[in-house]
């Protein structure tokens, strides 16, 4: 038969399985239900969050013009940001092309444009 010590001992560590269950049961659940308010809040901004992904609800349409002009953008600040221009303001020593390949373009050193992807660039060919 067994003593009460015994029987004390058995109910306590049972109360702390079953406590620690509970517990660990509440946490998830108070950690799913603050996922799903935050869902919800970022429902209402128009951020709408699955199980196959995010979509963003937008109230912006872009057109075929739209989309050209913010690539085109896009491909004028790569090619402003690819020329390297120091302090000064005599540049042409900097320039990519050689003096002799851009007199080549212009026989008479008189300013004279290029076209790269279709978006004319003027520059000068004269030398200072």
Same mark, same amino acid.
């Given at each position: ?14 109360? =702390?399985?079953?406590? #620690?269950i ?5 946490? *998830?659940?108070?950690?799913?239900? @603050? *996922? ?13 969050? &699955?199980?196959?992904?995010? &979509?963003?609800? #937008?109230?912006? !349409?872009f /057109? !075929? ?6 690539t ?5 600040? @790569? =090619? ?10 005599? /540049? ?17 050193? @008189? @300013?004279?444009? &290029? ?10 060919? *004269?030398?200072?």
């Amino acid at each position: 038969m067994a003593s009460w010590i015994d029987v004390l001992s058995f109910l306590t560590i049972t109360s =702390l399985f079953v406590g #620690t269950i509970f517990g660990v049961v509440y946490i *998830a659940k108070c950690i799913s239900a @603050a *996922a799903q308010n935050t869902k919800e809040s970022l429902q209402t901004k128009g951020i709408s969050i &699955s199980d196959k992904g995010v &979509s963003i609800k #937008t109230s912006k !349409r872009f /057109d !075929r013009e739209n989309y050209v002009d913010a690539t085109q953008r896009g491909v004028i600040k @790569a =090619l402003d940001a690819s020329n390297f221009h120091p302090g000064g303001t005599d /540049d042409s020593q900097y320039n990519l092309k050689s003096k002799s390949s851009s007199n080549l373009l212009s026989a008479d050193g @008189a @300013a004279h444009s &290029s076209k790269i992807f279709g978006i004319r660039r003027s520059h000068s060919g *004269a030398s200072k």
